[in-house]
């Protein structure tokens, strides 16, 4: 089997600090800490012997729950995700099958539940070192390897086979038994080819018709699928996912670095949605080819995620969340049936609740923020890269010898980052430093470093060393395909905030229960927001990072420009895509543009004027 150019820390070795640690204490006293408590499809799920879903929902909020609850070595959280992982063990059958359903239910059961919880059990492994996990996989994967000969993948499990790589490579480095390559070999054989689809795509405009292969979560998920399969099979893991977020972006790119999909590809419009889903699935995906390639593309590009798409469609609070966000939103309320956007969404899928549309993203959207967090700093075969730029710190043995690694920074809201290095022994490794694409140029300890490449440092460490990344980043107009422009700095895009209020919705709908703080939401405008650019100069403002970063309020970088209302009108709603003219209809205002991840409602599209 092929090597991983960079591999990941565990919880045990690498925990936040600074704004990420505050960032994921508030996601763990919000909705995804507290789901086994106030959501009927966990709290009494099969998988635990209750009666409600038991297929991907326990699975994808255990995915995000293990890492958030030892990254924040939170007794409480840990025991409870125990006790799920001990009751899905319990009904492990005698043959291996570790799925809620009956032997009658096997043979139409959708498999990508087993690839989850494979993907789940590895996680909690890695934070636990529990033995049992490794025997269960094993006798889940050796049921699995023969189930297939005569049931083949269908389904989910057909279109997201790689996700099932993760656990068997990981098993696989435990006991390095040749069926588990093959099992890889008969996923592979199986499941959807995705090389296929994007060497003849057909998915250049949106398509309202539901398919598995304009689904935009398949779409985030399948990035990296030959890339994984390239650890087995052999052959280049970056080419494939290269040209596949070539193609999702120049068809269905928005200004926040993401792609849209509502549920299905939907174009570059800026009134179209994104599934919270597949923001949290490609963040995984840049994660896992950033380890895969050692690139540095993939972490610009996690980054970018991460920063924008990811906290703009959750509320401060992390208590509710949109299942679409819009790059356009100055209001959120439920649609007219007949009259909303979505392709195949519902008419609320854009309001903030607790399950707006479906439910996936009510459970899954907890794995982006501790995912990022083990993705920060990686484990290199010469020593220790950083991946994405966020303050955290590892403890780890490299090279024999106990080193701790922290990287000090409030980036993406300052313009650079330390590394601090203790060696308790001298030891020599090489620290690989990030330099993002996107800067227009960086020092490290004042020698000049490449954007959009690694600066290594090799040496023999001892005591403690800091050295400090000191990156440039220049405001500037980024025109968008719509024919408005939108404008960004270094990682973050900005926008104009629309001043809201919130009306709770309060009720119960399919015996699932709507109440305060896991209420859904209305979000009505108090502030004009039909403006565009009158072009001038965009002066950048740095301010304090608080307690609560990703907010309107707490926003701690700005900028500050000139703008003009226009004629631009909404119905229902929904602004219109483009303004009616060009022309200002008031005179310019300085006014400020916040981060688009701190927005709720915004303007982030917006023309430049005719003078």
Avoid at 201 to 209: K, M
Avoid at 230 to 258: I, K, N, S, V, Y
Avoid at 548 to 553: D, G, K, M, Q, R
Wanted: charged letters at 20%.
């Amino acid at each position: 089997m092929n090597q991983l150019k960079r591999s990941f820390f565990t919880a045990q070795e690498l925990k936040p600090t600074g704004w990420l640690k505050r960032q994921l204490e508030i996601q763990a006293a919000g909705l995804a800490g507290n789901l086994d408590k106030v959501w009927p499809d966990v709290r009494d799920s099969r998988w635990i012997g209750g009666d409600k879903e038991g297929w991907e929902r326990v699975p994808y909020w255990l995915d995000g729950f293990i890492p958030l609850a030892w990254l924040l070595d939170n007794e409480d959280m840990k025991a409870r995700a125990t006790r799920y992982v001990d009751a899905i063990l319990e009904r492990q059958q005698p043959d291996g099958w570790l799925c809620p359903c009956s032997d009658e239910e096997r043979t139409h059961y959708d498999m990508w539940a087993l690839i989850l919880i494979g993907k789940v059990l590895a996680v909690y492994g890695d934070c636990t070192g529990d033995p049992r996990i490794e025997t269960a996989l094993y006798k889940a994967f050796r049921q699995y390897y023969l189930y297939i000969n005569c049931i083949t993948l269908n389904q989910w499990g057909a279109a997201r086979w790689f996700e099932c790589l993760i656990p068997i490579f990981w098993l696989y480095e435990r006991r390095p038994e040749k069926w588990l390559l093959t099992l890889a070999l008969k996923l592979r054989c199986q499941g959807m080819d995705y090389e296929a689809l994007f060497e003849h795509w057909p998915n250049q405009e949106p398509d309202d018709n539901w398919s598995f292969l304009n689904h935009v979560v398949n779409m985030a998920m399948c990035i990296k699928a030959s890339g994984l399969f390239a650890l087995a099979g052999g052959g280049d893991p970056d080419a494939f996912a290269e040209m596949a977020w070539q193609t999702l972006m120049r068809d269905h790119g928005m200004a926040c670095g993401h792609f849209t999909g509502d549920e299905c590809l939907a174009g570059t419009s800026p009134i179209r949605g994104s599934e919270l889903c597949s923001v949290a699935e490609a963040m995984y995906s840049y994660e896992w080819l950033a380890a895969l390639t050692g690139f540095e593309k993939w972490g610009d590009r996690l980054e970018m995620t991460a920063f924008n798409a990811l906290p703009a469609a959750i509320s401060p609070d992390m208590w509710s969340h949109q299942y679409d966000q819009l790059t356009n939103q100055p209001q959120c309320t439920r649609f007219p049936d007949k009259e909303h956007p979505f392709g195949t969404n519902g008419p609320e899928s854009h309001l903030f609740g607790l399950e707006p549309n479906f439910g996936c993203c009510t459970a899954n959207f907890g794995q982006a923020w501790p995912k990022l967090a083990l993705s920060a700093l990686m484990r290199t075969q010469e020593g220790i890269a950083v991946t994405a730029i966020a303050p955290v710190k590892v403890e780890a043995i490299i090279n024999g010898k106990k080193v701790s690694c922290e990287l000090r920074t409030n980036y993406p809201f300052e313009d650079g980052y330390q590394v601090v290095v203790c060696a308790e022994e001298p030891v020599r490794f090489a620290l690989d430093l990030r330099i993002p694409g996107f800067a227009q140029n960086a020092q490290v300890d004042g020698a000049a470093a490449e954007p959009g490449k690694s600066f290594r440092i090799e040496r023999l460490w001892e005591g403690s060393t800091e050295v400090t990344v000191t990156l440039s980043f220049q405001a500037e107009y980024v025109s968008r395909p719509s024919g408005l422009f939108c404008v960004r700095r270094g990682p973050l895009v900005y926008s104009l905030p629309v001043k809201e209020q919130w009306n709770r919705i309060e009720y119960v709908r399919d015996d699932v229960e709507r109440k305060y703080p896991y209420c859904d939401y209305e979000l009505l405008p108090l502030t004009p927001w039909n403006y565009g650019f009158v072009g001038g100069e965009l002066t950048f403002h740095q301010g304090t990072v608080g307690d609560c970063p990703f907010s309107p309020e707490g926003a701690p970088v700005w900028i500050e420009t000139s703008l003009a209302q226009v004629d631009w009108q909404m119905k229902n709603g929904l602004c219109e895509e483009l303004p009616r003219s060009k022309a200002p209809i008031s005179a310019p205002e300085t006014l400020r543009l916040i981060p688009y991840g701190c927005t709720n409602l915004r303007m982030t599209e917006l023309p430049i004027l005719e003078r």
